[in-house]
């Protein structure tokens, strides 16, 4: 029921460009996309809800598509502030309580 | 003003003692979580409260004990801590089941 999240890890150069996606094998109602750097709290970045709706980080965007069951967080021009590791956290809509499942999460590290 | 804070921020104690963690949110939120990340970065959600009403009730062993004496504050207790306890537990808000969870600052729990 663990959300599968690729790649793992990604290096990057300031100003490239990165995807990272998340799949579920179940259908998802939403999705929230979150950032954690080492020692820190997980920082909320987006979240992205069955119907198209969406909210979220003015720097970041994301896409949810319902019939693939995935999410994907596109993250363009680098800066070094991104590094981190991405969390995606599926929601099944099943209970209404916010239950959130995480994946494994991808280590992202952008060099200047 | 910090917006989820938890206390103590690091707790090393030995196996089988008994230890507390509070956590207190001035956002006006209506649901608090409790969070365990282990040493692979992997979070599980433990336990989730709505307006002091237990609503999340993960398989956590019944050591665990999160009590919310009002909207504001969940708290969380463990008896005979064992080894496998070590991780670093974060306590979480949000206004509604359905929207962004806010992470306080983490505790790290060390059990020698």
């Known amino acids: 029921q663990q959300p599968v999240q690729s790649p793992q890890a990604v290096i990057l150069r300031e100003g490239e460009d990165a995807v990272i996606n998340c799949s579920s094998s179940?259908?998802?109602?939403?999705v929230h996309w979150y950032r954690q750097k080492h020692g820190e709290a997980p920082i909320f970045l987006m979240i992205?809800?069955?119907?198209?709706e969406q909210k979220g980080h003015d720097k970041i965007s994301a896409s949810f598509n319902e019939k693939k069951q995935q999410s994907s967080l596109y993250l363009t021009a680098s800066q070094l502030s991104y590094s981190g590791t991405y969390f995606c956290g599926t929601d099944y809509g099943s209970s209404n309580t916010g239950k959130l499942i995480f994946g494994q999460g991808t280590t992202l590290q952008v060099k200047p | 003003d910090t917006a989820v804070s938890q206390t103590p921020k690091y707790l090393v104690t030995q196996m089988g003692n008994d230890k507390s963690i509070k956590c207190e949110q001035n956002l006006g939120h209506d649901t608090m979580y409790w969070y365990k990340q282990d040493s692979k970065k992997f979070l599980k959600i433990m336990f989730s409260?709505?307006?002091?009403?237990?609503?999340i009730n993960e398989t956590v062993p019944n050591r665990f004990s999160p009590k919310s004496p009002d909207k504001a504050h969940l708290n969380l207790h463990i008896n005979s801590l064992e080894l496998g306890d070590s991780a670093v537990y974060f306590c979480?808000?949000?206004?509604?089941?359905?929207?962004?969870?806010?992470f306080g600052d983490g505790t790290r729990l060390s059990i020698l």
């Open positions: 992205l809800l069955k119907g198209g």
């Open positions: 179940k259908a998802l109602y939403s």
């Open positions: 409260y709505n307006n002091k009403e237990l609503i």
């Open positions: 979480a808000s949000s206004s509604r089941w359905d929207q962004p969870q806010h």
